[in-house]
DNA sequence: TCCTTTATGAAGGTCTCCATAGATAGTCAC
DNA sequence: GTGACTATCTATGGAGACCTTCATAAAGGA
């Protein structure tokens, strides 16, 4: 919607960018007589762009395809390593770093396993193992990386600072951003771990392009995050999806009593649930019973989001996702009494590495934001730096 | 963010339309130089375009500014009266139509009284009655309006449809866009009405300008509309902010308390609401308690529409927001347990007006979303036509 | 080998924007 | 009233980017 105009040069940087555009799209090489189609350029002008676009290093020669009639169309492709983004997933039990390409492939990672009783400080030590394994892999410096968006638990404001952490107790106010900032150059981003993994299941899991949906983290301690418009949503203070706050939805108390009720046998709190959705799948009515109280409970709060929202679908993540076999048709029955139409809900397909790969496609996104706004001119590929 | 560059012409309607743009906004006439600082194009290039536009009709020349150094400079304004759009509010007591120009302001309306029982087919008859009243005060025909949006209550769905309807039993499904089309060639569009009365306050009332806000329509039929990234949400189906329909709410029933209990001494249903907060306002303790219970049930939907969306604003509309000197504080206090944060909540400052204002709010988005995607060439201003 | 098909490369023309310089029409000071 | 000052207006020339056209090149198929 921005009208922007200008003179020539800008007109050329245009025709530029949606030469990019199109070519990053497409996925694979295109002839010059394809790229005209698809910019809307004339054959001329488009060989001027790409002459231009493959010496300064955004673009590729690659060879012609064989068996075609007349003479053979040079192609090119999109060069997706010219540049990486970070993803970095500070978990409670792990420290995921992964590095993707322009294109979002997953080019290297690293993981270091942490615990609950890790220290603020050695947690932010084990964040640059797991990026130092990720880089090395990669074949790659830190100067290399065009942005990085590194997730967390708790409430992830404005500024970037982590504020309403339950499962850590020296985390609340880390300064994650300055921490990243020691040693690395470009943008940094934080943002909230559930929000990264809606995210990475929008743009690459089980809710691929749909843009209003609800993302329930089903787990020990259950969050929610919202993309509406395709896009992330952070509401006013960052702190959106927190209808669990409600006493009356019973959020959080809903998974303590799945795990100690008797249907968990007194299993170890880390095992329990496991156990009474592996009960209640097998038949036992007890487990069932617990299984349909927690589902009426999460029912209470996500039917909340989804009157308020009308979200085309519901993705089931976190570590209850698992056994949504048991979970997402209890959680369905439990809806149908409180919703006009019931969305459609399905289990999260992207494994441990959703919040790490958010934050990649995240990092992605303000690179291509920068990059297709651009005031200046086109040069060649390099890494943007932090303002500040 | 969409690139699309193209050939000299395209380069030529960019800066046109970021002309416009820029005499649009200024909202006040504007001289070559400050038009080149602010398109940031060279003087003379200002100079071709501003001509040309002129030609076509889009601006006007003004008489020069008195009193200042130098020559004085030729000043152009945009001709908001080059076009009007038609934003109507087929409500249940009254069919109200607001013309705007370009620029938003309102150049005449039409009113026609109706009530609860009034049939679909008088009611829709009213419809031609108040648009052709506001056409005849503006001086102005069928065809010179550019679009049109019409406010109905219920649920309005994708295809422009009404479902769910509470007040008006043989109002659900009524064509509306087919009715309006039968003498408006342009575009149509039609729109629930507490979500037109959302997008008048943040256009033109008390939310001027707040990207993230929920509306309240507060009233014997209670409902949300809400306002996201400062565009109207419309979800997935357009049921969106019907957090009342779930009955631990009470949204359903509370109004209806608040008007038959005690406090209400038995005044008649249109009164005993306005009565009740009177009561309250003047001291009565068992009116206060009246109050309070109704605003415990109102913040439980608006809790969750909180929690869900965090909010900066709420905005408190319809019939009951009259009383919001009573009312408001009360919900601000029962909010309180519910919230980490309580939004900011005002009454809202435009009276009965409201749903048309939206509708032409909308109709304007409408214009302005084709004329600046534009794709062919700019002519002079003209009505658009419906595409089928 | 020749023909068809498709892509390439160069030339000429047009459009838009920019920079520069001289002309113009006001205000301000005397 | 006259002259200095100032900001704008008008006209001209030049540069950059795009388009169209046409001759040329390279492959497969008859």
Redesign the interface.
């Known amino acids: ?8 040069q ?2 050329r940087q ?2 530029s ?2 030469s990019i ?1 199109a070519l990053r799209e497409a996925r694979e090489p295109l002839t010059l007589t394809e790229l005209s189609a698809r ?4 054959r001329a002008s488009v060989v001027d762009v790409v002459t231009d676009l493959e010496q300064r290093g955004w673009i590729a020669e690659v060879p012609p395809a064989p068996g075609a009639m007349g003479r053979p169309a040079k192609r090119y492709r999109f060069r997706s390593d010219a540049g990486h983004v970070l993803g970095i997933d500070v978990g409670v039990h792990k420290v995921l770093a992964v590095i993707t390409d322009l294109a979002g492939r997953i080019v290297a990672s690293g993981r270091v396993a942490v615990d609950r009783h890790t220290a603020q400080r050695e947690r932010l030590e084990a964040v640059w193992r797991a990026v130092d394994a990720a880089l090395v892999a990669a074949g790659l410096g830190a100067s290399d990386m065009w942005g990085v968006t590194a997730g967390s638990t708790g409430v992830v404001n404005r500024e970037g600072l982590v504020t ?1 952490v339950n499962d850590l107790p020296d985390w609340p106010g880390v300064d994650l951003v300055g921490h990243l900032g020691q040693r690395l150059a470009c943008p940094i981003t934080i943002e909230n771990d559930s929000k990264l993994a809606a995210l990475a299941e929008q743009r690459l899991g089980v809710a691929a392009g749909v ?2 949906l609800v993302y329930l983290h089903v787990g020990r301690r259950p969050g ?1 995050a ?1 993309i ?2 395709g ?1 992330l ?11 669990g ?4 939805t019973g959020w959080s108390t809903m998974a303590g009593r799945l795990e100690s009720g008797p249907a968990a046998k007194g299993a170890a709190p880390e095992e329990a649930a496991r156990q009474v959705f592996g009960a209640a799948r097998a038949g036992d009515l007890e487990a069932q019973a617990a299984v349909d109280a927690y589902a009426r409970h999460l029912a ?1 709060g996500t ?3 989804v ?6 679908l519901v993705v089931l993540g976190g570590g209850f996702s698992r056994s949504a076999d048991v979970l997402l048709p209890a959680l369905r029955r439990a809806l149908e009494p ?4 019931v ?1 459609d809900i399905r289990p999260s397909t992207l494994g441990e590495e959703c919040v790490a790969l958010g934050g990649a496609c995240l990092a992605l996104d303000h690179v291509d ?1 920068r990059f ?2 651009l005031e200046g001119s086109i040069s060649s590929p390099a890494a943007p730096q932090r303002a500040s």
Do not use: K, W
């Not at 919607?1 to 020539?8: A, E």
């Not at 949503?233 to 209808?243: K, P, Q």
């Not at 706050?245 to 009356?248: D, K, S, T, V």
């Open positions: 919607m921005q009208v922007s105009g200008g003179d020539l800008r007109l245009l025709n960018l949606s555009r910019t809307g350029l004339s309403m843009q209003h929610a919202l509406i418009d896009r949503y952070h509401g006013f203070s960052g702190a959106t999806g927190e209808v706050l409600m006493e009356i209470l039917a909340a989001m009157l308020t929202l009308d979200p085309e409180h919703c006009v139409r969305p934001d297709f706004s």
